[in-house]
Structure formats: C-alpha cells, structure tokens
C-alpha cells in the first residue's frame, strides 16, 4: 500500500524558517504530482504549493517569494523551505500525493485519487 509521510513543523517566530519534508513510500512507479496543503482552525484547506512530475511548480500567491518547494534526492520525496514566516502562516500543513501508480499485490494500479499524510502543524508566533 501507500503511505504519505511528513516530517518538520514546530514552533518559529515571526520572520523565521521552517522546513517540510514528505515521503511518499510503497511499490510507487509514477507519482503526477505532490504538494502541500494547509489547513488553518476554522479555515479550508487550502493548496500551499505543488510540484509536478514533469517540473512544473504552483505556488498559492500568500506564499510566493517565501516558500519554495522542491523535489527531493529521495525518491518520491518533496520539500517545502518557508522562509519569512508570518502568524497567518499558522495551519496544520498536509501532504498531497496525486496521480499514482503503484504496486498491489504485484498488480499495476493507476489511480487519480488523492493520497494525504496526517498533517504536521507550524505555528508561527512570538
């Protein structure tokens, strides 16, 4: 099976980094795209930033210019660098797989379903 895993978060002042880490693991052969998302108390969810297979990077406008996502080394592993973190920066972030093929019991599945970690919170504050 699947499993989205994220790791980082905490606590940082306002003005601070932080770094998102997020492995996706399992017999996976193709991933279309992986991103992050986040989620404040009393809020959507909402996108934060994507990265795609073939390079292609979104950025949601709050965060342009601060965070930037990449690819990791790894495998099937993304990274999110937020620098210039802001209180309204506050959310539980979670992330998002989509788009994956991957091995079944020795059966190829293609799926066009979202796969999602547990969230990891960042609490900006002072």
């Known amino acids: 099976q699947v499993q989205v895993v994220e790791s980082g978060g905490g606590l940082v002042q306002p003005g601070g980094s932080l770094s998102l880490s997020c492995t996706a693991s399992?017999?996976?052969?193709?991933?279309?795209?992986m991103g992050w998302y986040r989620q404040a108390p009393g809020e959507e969810r909402e996108l934060v930033a994507s990265?795609?297979?073939?390079?292609?990077?979104n950025y949601a406008d709050s965060v342009k210019g601060r965070f930037t996502i990449s690819r990791g080394n790894v495998k099937n592993t993304v990274h999110l660098q937020m620098n210039s973190l802001k209180p309204e920066d506050t959310a539980v972030y979670f992330c998002?797989?989509?788009?994956?093929?991957?091995?079944?019991?020795?059966?190829?599945?293609?799926?066009?379903?979202?796969?999602w970690g547990e969230g990891t919170l960042v609490t900006v504050s002072s």
């Open positions: 990265v795609s297979r073939d390079g292609r990077i």
């Open positions: 399992g017999r996976i052969f193709n991933i279309d795209v």
């Open positions: 998002n797989a989509h788009g994956l093929g991957y091995y079944k019991d020795d059966v190829p599945i293609v799926d066009g379903m979202d796969h």
